[in-house]
C-alpha cells in the first residue's frame, strides 16, 4: 500500500483552476437553443391562461412551450422512491410556488431570459399551507428510507415509562430547525441533444447519471440503452441533485419537440422550491439520568414537512436508536403535507438536524445534573447497539472524545454559563458526538491494463468535488501494483459499469469496494497468465508467490513487467469487471462513523451577535483514502455546521406562500468572514468490517454535531439556551 491514505493533489484541481474542466452547461453543441423557465406565481391553484405573444414577437425566440402546447410525454415521469414525482409542462395545476410552468427557447440566453419575463401566467388561487404549524393536527407515520433501505418510522426498546420513573433528572424540550436550501456554486443545469427518435445525449448536472437516465427512459418510453448521460465534473450538489427533477425532462422535452439540442440552466431564485431543500423540523426529545449521569430513558420524536404530491422523511430519530447506552429508547417520526415543493436529502440528511435536537438535550442534561457535558458522554458511551445488541463494524469514539478534548482544551471550558468574557465578549465552550452511517452499495467497476504498462479504471460515479477522480486511483494503484501516476480513473459517464448515487458518504466505500476487488482480480489474472505462459520467466511458478511492485511482477529471483505479459499476449489491453456489494456477514455488524465536535464562540453582550472563533473535531472514518482531500471533506461539514447553527434559513411568505430568501443575498450561508479556526482531525481504523475497502466516508460526517457543539458553546458564553435554529442575535437580546 504505497498511494492510499497518502495527501496526493488532487487529480483534477489543475483541470478546475484553470478552466480546462467543462461542466455540463458549458458543453457546446451546434445549433443549440437556450432555456430559461417561468414558474408559477402562487402556491396552489390551477393556471387558467397564459399570454406569451410579447415573448414570442422577440428576436431570436423560437418557441415558448406551456401545458397548452408541450409534447404529452409517452410514460410516467416517475419512477420508485427515492425518485422524486415531477411538474413538467403536462397539466394545469399548481402545486408550490416557483413550480417550473413554463420554458422560453431562444438563440441565445439574453434573450430567451428578457422573453421570460414578458410570459404571463393567469391562475386561480387555491387555499395553501406552507408551515409546519398550519397543519400539525394532520401529521402521520411514513416508512423511513435510509441508508438504502426502508425502515419502520417508530421504534421501542426497553419499558420508556419505567426510566422515567427511575431517573433522578428529566429534561423534556422541543427544537426547531428552519428549511434550508442547498446553494452550491455550480445551480442545477442540463443539455439535451436527440439524435433520432428514441436517441438522447444527456449532459447534467447530477449526483447520479443513471437515475437520469432511468427517469427519462421511463418519461419517453424508450429503452434506456438508447440514453446516454454524462457528468463529468459538478460544482457542488450536496443532495440536491440526487434527483432528477423538473428542468431535467423538461429539457429533453424541449429539445425533441423543437428538434434542436436545448441547454437549460436554473437562475438562482429557481434553485429555491423545484430541486428541493432540507424540510422544516419539530423534534421532541426526552432524555432522563440517575445523578451519576447513567442514562435510564430517551424519547426521540421528529416531524417534518413534505409536498402535497410526494413524500420525503427527514430520518432525524433514527441515530437515537444506536448512539447511547440507555436501557429505554423510544423514536418516532411523522410527517405533515403542505404545499411547497419536495423536500430532498441535504448534507447528512436525518443525522445533522437530529444531532441539533439530541445533542443540545444531552447538553441540558449535564446542566441539570451539574456533569461535565463529555463526562455525561463517556459514562454512557455504547460498546455494542444498543436497541439491536449488535457489535459495531469498528468504533473509536472514545479516542475521539479524548483526542478532541486535549486539542481542544477542554478542561479551560468555563464550569458555569455566562461566567468568562474575552476582549469584552462571552466566551463559551461546547461539545457534542457526530455519527453517520457508514452506507455501502453495490457497485461495478471495470480496470484495464494496456500495453504501455499504465491502467485505466471506470465506474459510472460522480466525483461531486470530493477527490473521488484522485482516491479511486490511489486504490486501483495499490491493487494493481502501480505508481499513482500511472492509473488514470475515469467516471461520470452511463455507458460504464453502474454505480450507486454519489450522496450518503458511500462513493468511497461502494465505488471504492468495486475498484478494489476489480483490480485484484486483474492482478491475479496478470500474475496467472505470466506463470501459464512458456515464454515467461515466472512460467511454472507457484501463482500465490508472485508479488507485483511498481508493475514488475517477480518471484525467486526472476521477474517481469506487466507490458511484457501484455506484449506476449498479443498487445491488446487486459481486462476485468467485478461487482462489489453488501454481504450477509455486514448484517452481523451495526455500521456507523463517529466523530467528536468542540466548538468555542464569542458572543457580543450590546448586540447579541455570535461569531465561532474555532472548532475542532476529531473524526473515526474507517480507513482514510487521502488524507488531504478526508480533511478538506470534514472542514466543509464543520464549516456547513457554522451556516447551519447561525445562518440559513429559508423564509416563507405565510400569506402568499413564496420563499421569499431566494437569492444569496437574502439567504445566508458561511462566507470567509464567518469562519475563525477550523481544524478537522482523523482517526485511522483500517480494520473495519462494513465493506472490502474498510471505507466509511466522510463527506457528511463533518456535519454532525457541528451545529449542536456551537448552540451548546452558546449556552455556555450567555446562560440562554436557543432551541430554534438558526441562532440569530434577536433570540439572545
Not at 497518502?6 to 445549433?31: F, L, W
Not at 409546519?132 to 419499558?159: I, T
Not at 477527490?467 to 486511483?473: E, I, K
Not at 454519489?502 to 475498484?515: C, D, H, P
Request: hydrophobic share 40%; glycine share 8%.
Amino acid at each position: 500500500m504505497n498511494s492510499v491514505g497518502k495527501p496526493i493533489v488532487r487529480a483534477d484541481g489543475r483541470t478546475k483552476v484553470t478552466g480546462e474542466a467543462r461542466y455540463s452547461y458549458e458543453i457546446q453543441m451546434p445549433g443549440a437553443l437556450y432555456g430559461v423557465l417561468v414558474t408559477s406565481p402562487i402556491a396552489r391553484g390551477r393556471i387558467v391562461a397564459f399570454d406569451t405573444g410579447a415573448a414570442e414577437r422577440e428576436r431570436g425566440i423560437v418557441a415558448v412551450l406551456t401545458p397548452k402546447n408541450a409534447m404529452r410525454l409517452p410514460g410516467k415521469p416517475q419512477g420508485e422512491p427515492p425518485d422524486r414525482v415531477v411538474q413538467v409542462l403536462q397539466d394545469d395545476r399548481i402545486h408550490f410556488s416557483n413550480q417550473p410552468v413554463a420554458v422560453v427557447l431562444a438563440d441565445t440566453l439574453e434573450r430567451a431570459t428578457h422573453a421570460a419575463l414578458l410570459v404571463r401566467v393567469q391562475a386561480e388561487a387555491e387555499r395553501h399551507a406552507v408551515q409546519l404549524e398550519d397543519d400539525l393536527d394532520h401529521a402521520f407515520p411514513h416508512d423511513v428510507l435510509a441508508g438504502g433501505r426502508k425502515q419502520e418510522p417508530d421504534s421501542k426498546h426497553g419499558d420508556l415509562a419505567h426510566g422515567l420513573r427511575a431517573a433522578d433528572a428529566r429534561v423534556e424540550q422541543a427544537y426547531e430547525l428552519p428549511p434550508e436550501t442547498h446553494n452550491p456554486m455550480e445551480p442545477h443545469a442540463t443539455v439535451a441533444a436527440w439524435s433520432a427518435p428514441d436517441r438522447v445525449t444527456i449532459y447534467d448536472s447530477s449526483q447520479w447519471v443513471f437515475a437520469v437516465r432511468n427517469k427519462l427512459a421511463s418519461a419517453f418510453a424508450i429503452p434506456k440503452e438508447n440514453i446516454r448521460v454524462l457528468t463529468k465534473f459538478v460544482g457542488g450538489g450536496f443532495g440536491c441533485k440526487g434527483s432528477p427533477w423538473s428542468h431535467v425532462i423538461i429539457a429533453a422535452l424541449a429539445a425533441k419537440q423543437v428538434g434542436r439540442p436545448v441547454k437549460l440552466v436554473l437562475t438562482r431564485p429557481q434553485m429555491f422550491g423545484p430541486v428541493g431543500g432540507r424540510p422544516q423540523i419539530r423534534q421532541a426529545v426526552t432524555v432522563a439520568a440517575k445523578k451519576d449521569g447513567q442514562l435510564t430513558a430517551l424519547r426521540h420524536e421528529s416531524t417534518s414537512s413534505t409536498s402535497q404530491f410526494d413524500v420525503f422523511v427527514e430520518p432525524a430519530a433514527l441515530q437515537a436508536r444506536h448512539l447511547y447506552a440507555c436501557p429505554n429508547i423510544e423514536t418516532r417520526h411523522r410527517i405533515v403535507r403542505l404545499d411547497i415543493g419536495t423536500p430532498t436529502f441535504m448534507r447528512a440528511p436525518g443525522e445533522s438536524s437530529g444531532s441539533f435536537a439530541l445533542e443540545s438535550a444531552l447538553d441540558e442534561l449535564a446542566h441539570e445534573l451539574s456533569v461535565d457535558p463529555l463526562a455525561l458522554r463517556l459514562r454512557n458511551h455504547a460498546e455494542t447497539d444498543p436497541t439491536e445488541g449488535k457489535p459495531f463494524s469498528s468504533k473509536s469514539l472514545r479516542q475521539c472524545y479524548e483526542e478532541g478534548a486535549r486539542r481542544f482544551g477542554w478542561e479551560k471550558r468555563p464550569p458555569r454559563p455566562h461566567s468568562q468574557t474575552q476582549s469584552g465578549q462571552l466566551l463559551g465552550m461546547g461539545m457534542a458526538t457526530a455519527s453517520y452511517p457508514a452506507n455501502f452499495s453495490p457497485a461495478n467497476a471495470l480496470a484495464r491494463l494496456l500495453p504501455d504498462g499504465t491502467a485505466e479504471v471506470q465506474s459510472g460515479t460522480i466525483d461531486l468535488g470530493t477527490g473521488t477522480y484522485t482516491v479511486m486511483a490511489q486504490v486501483a494503484a495499490d491493487a494493481l501494483g502501480l505508481a499513482y501516476e500511472k492509473v488514470r480513473f475515469d467516471l461520470g459517464d452511463s455507458e460504464m459499469p453502474e454505480a450507486p448515487i454519489s450522496a450518503g458518504s458511500m462513493t468511497a466505500a461502494s465505488v471504492g469496494s468495486a475498484v478494489l476487488l476489480t483490480c485484484d482480480a486483474l492482478r491475479e489474472r496478470l500474475i496467472q497468465m505470466a506463470v501459464a505462459d512458456a515464454s515467461s520467466p515466472l512460467h511454472g511458478l507457484p501463482a500465490e508467490e508472485v508479488r507485483v511492485e511498481d508493475g514488475t511482477l517477480s518471484a525467486r529471483g526472476r521477474s517481469e513487467s506487466y507490458a511484457d505479459v501484455v506484449r506476449r499476449a498479443g498487445g491488446k489491453p487486459v481486462e476485468a469487471r467485478s461487482k462489489a456489494a453488501p454481504t450477509e456477514e455486514r448484517k452481523k455488524y451495526t455500521n456507523l462513523a463517529f466523530g467528536a465536535q468542540f466548538a468555542t464562540v464569542l458572543v457580543d453582550p450590546d448586540l447579541g451577535s455570535v461569531r465561532v472563533a474555532r472548532m475542532v473535531g476529531v473524526f473515526a472514518p474507517g480507513r482514510v483514502l487521502n488524507a488531504r482531500t478526508a480533511r478538506s471533506q470534514l472542514m466543509g461539514g464543520m464549516v456547513w455546521g457554522i451556516g447551519m447553527a447561525l445562518h440559513e434559513h429559508s423564509v416563507y411568505d405565510r400569506k402568499l406562500g413564496r420563499i421569499m430568501t431566494r437569492d444569496l443575498s437574502d439567504y445566508h450561508v458561511a462566507t470567509n468572514a464567518d469562519v475563525g479556526v477550523v481544524e478537522p482531525y482523523f482517526i485511522d481504523e483500517p480494520g473495519d468490517k462494513g465493506n472490502p475497502a474498510g471505507v466509511k466516508g466522510v463527506g457528511e460526517l463533518g456535519l454532525c454535531g457541528a451545529a449542536a457543539a456551537i448552540a451548546n458553546a452558546v449556552f455556555n458564553a450567555t446562560g440562554k439556551r436557543i432551541r430554534k435554529l438558526p441562532i440569530t442575535p434577536d433570540k439572545l437580546l
